[in-house]
């Protein structure tokens, strides 16, 4: 409940996942959680090397020694100790160690025998393109103005790579006014400030330009055309002002803007960019002097997103002709997806054209997703759900439980190093083939890891695991509260799975807590309405304490919206003042209200929700939707307008 706006080679893994390694499980686990904490701060004798030699994590202790002695180390010492740990994810950090250890000594070959292709990361990427330089030159040069070509500030580590690209005509005066242009676009004023000393007297009447342009914008109407020696500053200066003046003043923008287009010499990339912003700007603030320039251009620009934009317009205003339009101008993939064949569906049926419209709902209703199962629904069928499903015997689970990977991640979990042990289970799941990721999966579940179990259905691709990612995690909890307070228990589910994604630990960056997402503050206030202690800031994480408060504050949405979890789910999330809001001037289908619903995460979180509880509660039923209907007749055919709120 947020209440705003609103995760290399496989053949060492194959090796080591498929082969029992006859090491101990485990030797002291003390002795190592006191040995890593040592490492860390590189208290070396208080380790006691004979208590954690062997130990299953003894590999975590060697990675702070050598990363401590680094860049004191030959290149070999570091690819030695990768391959040692190529199956863990110690060897891409200590890779990641010695570049910047490597590029910051100034010993580059060093750093390029330890690569493999550039690194992540803007302070590795340039001592890797310095180190590159001269040995393959072209590459580093590119890879230089990919990294100066940006509005923000650098690192200093890439002060000599910037500098050798500036001696050799890697980086011009004309970069260098385009990025001048990238940090105004930014906000970035002091990067402007060092950027313009580093321009010469030619480009005196470009930087007054800019100084008229940041006092007004609709003064590019005004200023020269050619900006810069022979033009070649003018598209990055009127990309940047029009950038700020699309923003500030849609309207005037495009009035400027039609008055300019013809006259000035700029690249098609830039001519692309200010008008896609305009037309964005102009359908989300809704400019109604703009919206037929914008039907003119949107067809040139060719941009899926706009044109999603567009037809959720054309909704808006029941435009179904104009709809059927845009919508068959979609790229294929975006026009295929279930929710714009769902509303070509709508679009036809209304307009009486039902083979065209049930041909539409049938791929429609070939997702798994709230406009697919709406879809079903039209043509009275079950949902689509597409399961899979994996067995393994108890033969090959007793091996995988013995894998390198999984006694790591136990060990880890053990010494409450849990951000390591995620790190090791992930990485694992990345390098897997299809078979190992599965059978992690299958480990995760029976281990009840139901957050990890999750994460690594989404990292290993497993879209059509269900029961993987959507496992009947902490179920008894749900039914219980659900029966409680009225609610159906697979809306809960579909909630927290949505919320946390089943990590009990979860925290929003607006400080939403745990597996249902409550903020602390509204937590206090649903503990004094049932009457029990409060549960503070940690009590809320609780799984029982956590779904019992947001069960209950979900049944409130409920209780508010007269029965209607649609409207219930889109309050839980951007809160009920917006719900209450959003109602008053909604259109009465329950299709478009949640296409009507202003905030894209607030929309798709309505749609996830209730897709979500279709599928438990499938689930729940041996995978068969037959009976379960994702909407209640009363949900389809009420009018969704302010007569939905129990208090007007």
């Not at 317009?313 to 295929?336: F, H, K, Y």
């Not at 139901?450 to 259905?457: D, E, H, P, S």
């Not at 069960?551 to 809160?575: E, F, Q």
């Not at 509660?617 to 939905?644: F, K």
């Amino acid at each position: 409940m947020h209440h705003k706006s609103l995760v290399r080679g496989l053949s060492t893994l194959v090796t080591t996942l498929t082969l029992s390694v006859s090491l101990p499980l485990f030797a002291d686990d003390r002795a190592m959680r006191e040995a890593l904490e040592a490492a860390r701060s590189q208290q070396w004798s208080r380790i006691d090397q004979s208590a954690v030699d062997g130990h299953i994590l003894a590999g975590y202790i060697e990675y702070h020694r050598l990363r401590h002695q680094l860049p004191h180390v030959e290149p070999n010492q570091v690819l030695d100790f990768m391959a040692r740990h190529a199956d863990s994810p110690l060897a891409e950090w200590m890779r990641g160690q010695a570049q910047s250890q490597y590029g910051q000594a100034g010993r580059y070959s060093d750093l390029l025998a330890v690569s493999d292709g550039p690194p992540a990361g803007g302070e590795r990427q340039c001592y890797y393109y310095t180190a590159l330089h001269d040995r393959d030159p072209a590459t580093a040069v590119q890879g230089g103005r990919d990294l100066w070509l940006v509005g923000h500030s650098q690192s200093s580590a890439c002060d000599p790579l910037f500098s050798r690209l500036r001696a050799n005509g890697g980086i011009t005066a004309d970069d260098i006014w385009e990025r001048k242009m990238l940090a105004w676009q930014s906000g970035e004023s002091g990067l402007m400030s060092f950027l313009g000393r580093q321009l010469g007297s030619d480009w005196q009447g470009a930087r007054d330009a800019v100084e008229v342009l940041s006092r007004d914008y609709a003064a590019i109407t005004r200023v020269p055309t050619h900006i810069g020696p022979n033009g070649a500053g003018s598209g990055p200066l009127f990309a940047a002002a029009m950038h700020g003046f699309t923003r500030a003043d849609t309207e005037a923008a495009l009035e400027a803007w039609r008055k300019i287009a013809a006259h000035i010499p700029i690249e098609s990339h830039h001519r692309q960019e200010i008008e896609h912003d305009l037309a964005f700007y102009s359908m989300v603030r809704n400019v109604t002097h703009n919206l037929a320039w914008v039907d003119d251009v949107l067809p040139r620009l060719a941009s899926g997103s706009l044109l999603e934009l567009r037809v959720r317009n054309a909704l808006a205003s029941r435009d179904w002709s104009g709809a059927i339009g845009w919508i068959e101008m979609m790229p294929e993939e975006t026009r295929l997806d279930s929710r714009w064949q769902y509303w070509l569906a709508r679009a036809k049926e209304i307009q009486g054209d039902s083979i065209a419209a049930n041909q539409a709902y049938a791929r429609a209703a070939q997702g798994r997703n709230f406009f697919g199962f709406a879809a079903s629904d039209r043509l009275g069928q079950p949902y689509s759900l597409g399961l899979e499903r994996a067995s393994f015997n108890e033969e090959y689970r007793s091996e995988v439980a013995q894998w390198p990977v999984v006694q790591r991640t136990h060990a880890l979990m053990r010494i409450g190093e849990q951000g390591l042990a995620n790190s090791e289970w992930y990485s694992a799941i990345e390098r897997a083939n299809e078979e190992q990721a599965r059978a992690l999966a299958d480990y995760a579940q029976r281990q009840g890891w139901y957050a990890k179990l999750v994460q690594t259905t989404i990292t290993g691709r497993m879209w059509d695991a269900l029961d993987w990612r959507f496992p009947e995690a902490y179920r008894e909890s749900f039914m219980r509260w659900g029966e409680s307070t009225g609610v159906d228990p697979y809306l809960l589910m579909g909630i927290a799975r949505r919320e946390s994604a089943y990590n009990t630990e979860a925290l929003s960056p607006a400080g939403a807590r745990g597996l249902m997402q409550l903020m602390p503050g509204t937590a206090t206030l649903l503990a004094r309405q049932l009457g029990i202690s409060d549960p503070g800031p940690y009590g809320v994480l609780e799984p029982e304490m956590n779904i019992r408060l947001g069960s209950t504050y979900i049944r409130d949405m409920i209780d508010r919206y007269r029965g209607n979890r649609l409207a219930a789910a889109a309050a839980y999330n951007a809160g009920p003042g917006r719900v209450d809001r959003w109602l008053r001037d909604a259109p009465e289908e329950f299709d478009l209200f949640v296409e009507s619903i202003p905030f894209r995460e607030t929309r798709d979180y309505v749609q996830a929700v209730l897709a979500y509880r279709v599928i438990f509660e499938s689930l729940a039923n041996g995978g068969n939707t037959d009976g379960i209907a994702m909407l209640s007749a009363h949900e389809t055919n009420v009018r969704y307008d302010a007569s939905l709120l129990a208090r007007n």
